[in-house]
């Protein structure tokens, strides 16, 4: 048998992991429309990428500073 204080502290931890899925859920939601209203603050003269779309690139390129491992010297 489990302790009844276990099992209330399983319900706190449950229901904290939901609560904070939640939170995670709205923030994923608001990231694109926070980027599009920063993009549109900038200057227009600005060639700046915004992050959301720095992070679209990166999904094409995931580090394209770091050359291929067949291009690195080794010493």
Known sequence: MIP???????????TDLDNLQTKINTLRT??????????????????????AMSKDLS???PNPITPPLSKLRLY
């Open 4 to 14: 009844e204080t276990l099992l209330w502290k399983w319900c706190e931890i449950v």
């Open 30 to 51: 608001l990231q694109p429309q926070t980027a599009i209203e920063l993009d549109a603050l900038l200057p227009p003269s600005s060639t700046k990428p915004s992050k």
């Open 59 to 61: 999904t094409h390129h």
